[in-house]
């Protein structure tokens, strides 16, 4: 009686490649049922046909690897459901990117103002970045919170030290470079403020804003140079979508570098600043101005 399948035979029934069954043989997913001490043959028996057809096909499927030993009781549910979520987004992404390839950086309406030199302080605290898109719009969407907490515990600390109340406040992006950067996403929350602070009034604030928020920061400072800033306002473009508005944010990018090649500008920064006009980025009716800071070329 043929109680063993080669694993040839193995391999014509169920679709795995020989190379397949050698890797999953490895990582325990699929272990032969017998091996011959001799040749080192290695034999599957009948009864493990379901197992590496269904794996074959998970595999397929976009399964994980790591993923395939739970063939058995596999969470089908679940993984249509991230799938899902994951084709939704990859949706969203696509339409963005219809929507700017189709844009016309001269069609934003520019405003340029010229600023003096502007003293500021800020906290500026990082975040990773996990690989997994999902996971990354769970940590992204949670500074949501965060940000609004680390600013007004960062407002309460300046307020200790006797300063006051901030006109205006914004976050961007610090200038990080090199490997970590990639892994590690960061923010600075700045505003108005003496550059003028002591080692003792730091770690005040630095203290205030971990006892309160449980978020580390380290205290910057800098001052603006003379400059323009240049915006471009939404006024008159009505109701966006979704997609509209997160094209928006780019397109503002296009017409910047679009202004600067025309008017000889530099940018100053890495990126644009999100500012927001008031004592608190959680007030109700804050909505950020994407402000760009640039200088005339030598």
């Excluded at 169920?14 to 699929?30: D, I, W």
């Excluded at 400059?227 to 990018?253: K, M, N, S």
Aim: hydrophobic residues 40%.
């Amino acid at each position: 009686m043929h109680t063993h399948l080669s694993a040839g035979e193995f391999t014509a029934l169920t679709g795995l490649s020989a190379k397949a069954l050698r890797l999953y043989g490895e990582r325990g997913v699929l272990s032969p049922d017998a091996v011959d001490p001799h040749t080192n043959y290695r034999s599957y028996s009948p009864a493990q046909l379901r197992q590496g057809i269904t794996v074959d096909l998970l595999r397929r499927a976009g399964v994980p690897v790591t993923e395939l030993t739970r063939w058995a009781d596999y969470p089908f549910a679940e993984r249509r459901q991230e799938l899902a979520s994951r084709r939704a987004m990859e949706d969203f992404f696509l339409d963005v990117a219809e929507e700017i390839s189709r844009s016309d950086p001269t069609g934003l309406a520019v405003r340029s103002t010229p600023a003096g030199p502007l003293p500021w302080a800020g906290v500026s605290y990082g975040f990773p970045v996990p690989g997994e898109a999902q996971e990354r719009i769970e940590v992204f969407g949670a500074q949501a919170l965060v940000l609004p907490a680390v600013d007004a515990a960062f407002e309460e600390a300046l307020t200790g030290l006797g300063m006051d109340p901030a006109t205006h406040r914004w976050t961007a992006v610090p200038e990080t470079t090199g490997p970590a950067a990639a892994q590690q996403a960061a923010m600075v929350i700045a505003r108005p403020c003496s550059t003028d602070l002591s080692a003792a009034g730091r770690r005040h604030i630095a203290a205030h804003v971990r006892q309160h928020t449980g978020v580390e920061v380290a205290v910057v400072t800098g001052t603006l140079p003379r400059r323009l800033e240049i915006t471009f306002p939404g006024d008159g473009l009505g109701e966006r979508t979704l997609v509209q508005e997160a094209a928006h944010d780019h397109q503002q990018l296009l017409a910047f570098a679009h202004h600067c090649a025309r008017g000889g500008l530099t940018m100053i920064g890495k990126s644009a600043r999100q500012v927001v006009a008031g004592s608190s980025l959680s007030t109700p009716a804050a909505r950020p101005t994407t402000v760009f800071d640039a200088q005339p070329d030598d």
